[in-house]
C-alpha cells in the first residue's frame, strides 16, 4: 500500500489580511483579503487530497486576533505555527504596486532563511510560472514579519497584481484562484519530496543581525494606508 505523498506533514497555510485587514483592493474593488482566503482553501483542500495535516491561520474573513493591533495579529499567525509546530509556513498574499503596469508573480522568503525555505520558495514559483499565465518576476528576500518570526521553513506568495487590470481579471476568475493553488500545492510537494537532501543550515550566530520586526508589518504590495489605519 502507497502512502500519499505528503502523509504525516504538517502544513500551516496563512491566508494574508481578513477582517477590518482587507490588504491591497484592485481597480474594480477585488480585496486581496477574500482572494487569499479563497486561494487558501484551494490548497488546503488540495493538500488533504496528498495526504498533509493542514491547518488554517484563519478559515473565514476575521482577523486572526480580533481586535487586536495589526503587530499583534500578524505574531497570533506565527504562534499558531510555531506552537504546533507546523513543518511548513505558507503565507498567500496578492500583491499590488502603484505602477498600473507591473504585473506578474513572485514568491518571498526571509532576507537570512534557511536553505530550506529558500528551496521551497523555488518549488512553488516554478510551478506557478510554469502553470499560470503569468509572469515571473522571481523568488525574492523580504523581512516580512510572518516570513521572519516563524520558526519552520516559511514563504509569502504573491500570487498576482491586484493593481494591474489583466492580473485582477485573473485573480477574480475563481478556476484560476483553483490553479493557482494547485501549483503551489505541487510546489509543497516537490519541497517534501527532496526536503531531507536539503543540507542543515549554519548555526544562528553566523547568520546576520535581527532586523527590527516593527519595520518588517507589510507584505510586498500591502498598501502603506493600510500599515496607517491599524496602527
Ligand atoms: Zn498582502
Known amino acids: 500500500m502507497n502512502a500519499l505523498p505528503l502523509s504525516g506533514k ?20 477585488l480585496k486581496e483579503k477574500d482572494v487569499n482566503l479563497h486561494v487558501s ?26 481586535g487586536g493591533s495589526l503587530r499583534d495579529d500578524l505574531q497570533a499567525r506565527c504562534d499558531l505555527a510555531n506552537r504546533w509546530p507546523a513543518d511548513i509556513f505558507v503565507s498567500v ?14 514568491v518571498y522568503h526571509a532576507r537570512n532563511a534557511s536553505s530550506r525555505s529558500k528551496v521551497l520558495g523555488r518549488l512553488i514559483h516554478q510551478h506557478m510560472v510554469d502553470e499560470l499565465p503569468l509572469k ?22 504573491e500570487t498576482a497584481y491586484l493593481s494591474h487590470s489583466g492580473n485582477e481579471a485573473l485573480l477574480a476568475d475563481p478556476q484560476f484562484r483553483e490553479s493557482t493553488a494547485g501549483a503551489i500545492a505541487r510546489g509543497v510537494r516537490d519541497y517534501f519530496a527532496v526536503e531531507s537532501e ?11 543581525p535581527e532586523p527590527p520586526p516593527e519595520e518588517h508589518l507589510l507584505a510586498p504590495g500591502d498598501p502603506l494606508e493600510y500599515l496607517m489605519a491599524v496602527r
Open 10 to 29: 504538517k502544513v500551516m497555510i496563512d491566508p494574508g489580511h481578513g477582517g477590518r485587514f482587507a490588504g491591497a483592493i484592485g481597480r474594480t474593488g
Open 198 to 208: 536539503i543540507r542543515p543550515d549554519p548555526p544562528a550566530g553566523q547568520q546576520g
Open 41 to 66: 482553501h484551494e490548497l488546503q483542500e488540495d493538500l488533504e487530497e496528498m495526504g498533509a495535516e493542514v491547518r488554517m491561520t484563519r478559515a473565514s474573513d476575521t482577523e486572526v486576533l480580533p
Open 93 to 106: 498574499h496578492s500583491n499590488s504596486n502603484n505602477d498600473p503596469e507591473v504585473h506578474g508573480t513572485e
Open 136 to 157: 515571473s518576476n522571481g523568488v525574492r528576500k523580504s523581512d516580512f514579519y510572518v516570513v521572519r518570526n516563524t520558526h519552520m521553513p516559511a514563504v509569502l506568495v
